[in-house]
């Protein structure tokens, strides 16, 4: 059966475009972090600052459960979708080593941005399995922040710096030529972002 994941930075609407096309597919939705054991500490680790690394490993055991779940989920028949996978951890862990780099003084540049990249894709590859589309939806970050701010307040990961990164980061895992990726334009309306979904999923249907 048929996974894919949604992805984007927060405030992009890919939660609300994920819930609708599992509604109008009869998909199992589920999310990132999970709300088990492992989710549930990592949801504290983010609140105590305990910082990228930490927050790296932690994302990547909750997705080893969650891909164990996700594979009983399709080996019964039924297609899952899934807010937030692999790619999430790579975009935001990244922008957040950088901004560390950043503060200490330490070097960046496209050789250490690649390795650090290398290293969360290898450390993710027993964890995950590879979706058959990921859909990137697309904004960019002021309308996100806009979206994000009326929903209350901020969490840590919607900070303009942090989320102009993560986009950058996004996009260039989209070009990486390794995963299906379909880019959307977030800032349409939400029922021309959903045509362009739905055609997108009707592309490996």
Known sequence: MTFITFEGIDGSGKSTIARMVAEKKGYILTAEPTEGPVGMELRRATERGDGCIVEALLFTADRYNHTERIKEWLASGKGVISDRYFHSTIAYQLAELRQRAER??????????????????????????????????????????????????????????????????????????????????GTEGIDGVLEKVMREIERIS
């Not at 969360?120 to 970050?141: F, G, K, Q």
């Not at 986009?167 to 995963?179: H, K, S, T, V």
């Open 104 to 185: 200490e003084g330490e070097e960046w540049d496209g050789g250490i941005k690649n390795r650090w990249k290398e290293w969360l894709v290898e450390m993710n590859r027993p964890a995950s399995i590879t979706p058959d589309l990921t859909i990137l939806i697309d904004a960019d970050v002021e309308t996100a922040l806009a979206r994000a701010g009326n929903r209350g307040q901020l969490s840590n990961f919607e900070k303009k710096e942090l989320l102009e990164l993560v986009r950058e980061n996004y996009l260039e895992l989209a070009e990486d030529g390794r995963w299906n990726f379909a880019v959307i334009d």
